[in-house]
């Protein structure tokens, strides 16, 4: 008889200990949940890019550069329904920021773009894993993407910059010396 109540004792223990276990599981989870919906709003409020407006020479430089168009296009799409929703836009942005390095405008296929390209690839490159961490640093992530509106607009300024440049007529004699700079242009054909 003193082992069964010593059982039963013991099943009613186990009993109340895992309701106990599953309330506590159940808070938890009502935490976790609070926690993703103040991640959520955060970087839903913040997550705004702002691409300014080119000049119309340089826009017309640039329309055929396909993977241009794509990334703005898509960076201008703002997911709205969840953090995965930001997840896999941030996914596709990086994909997108990635083929810019292919097919540049040959106008444009300078180091200091590719520099600037490199910048921005790499700003929403950090986006990407900062947004796909078990614990999102939402204000990390906002942060980012203000800097990627800056890696922008500095991209947008560079193609401006060398567009203004190559309208710049060169003065007499300038071309000779741009030759001279160049060591293999510098000696005259028949030395070569």
């Known amino acids: 008889m003193q082992l069964k109540s010593i059982y039963l004792l013991f099943f009613v223990l186990l009993i109340v200990s895992c309701k106990n276990d599953e309330s506590q599981l159940i808070i938890e989870q009502q935490k976790e949940a609070q926690k993703k919906e103040v991640v959520f709003n955060d970087i839903n409020r913040g997550w705004v890019f702002k691409i300014s407006q080119i000049e119309p020479t340089t ?7 396909v993977e241009w168009r794509n990334f703005l296009t898509e960076i201008n799409q ?11 836009k941030a996914t596709i942005l990086s994909k997108k920021a990635m083929d810019l390095e292919f097919n540049i405008p040959i106008a444009f296929d300078k180091p200091q773009m590719k520099t600037r390209i490199t ?7 950090s986006l990407d894993l900062y947004i796909h961490l078990q614990q999102i640093p939402a204000q990390k992530v906002v942060k980012l ?3 990627i509106n ?6 947008q300024l560079q193609m401006e910059e060398i567009v ?7 003065e ?13 242009r510098a000696i005259p054909d028949e030395l070569k």
Not at 59 to 64: D, E, G, L, T
Not at 78 to 88: C, E, L, T, V
């Open 59 to 65: 826009k017309y430089k640039i329309q055929n550069w």
């Open 78 to 88: 703002k997911p709205k329904s969840s953090i995965s929703a930001f997840q896999k």
């Open 119 to 125: 910048v921005l690839i790499t700003k929403i490159k």
């Open 145 to 147: 993407v203000g800097e």
């Open 150 to 155: 800056t890696d922008i607009d500095y991209l």
């Open 164 to 170: 203004k440049r190559s309208q710049i007529p060169l």
């Open 172 to 184: 007499e004699g300038e071309q000779d010396l741009i030759m001279m700079k160049d060591t293999t």
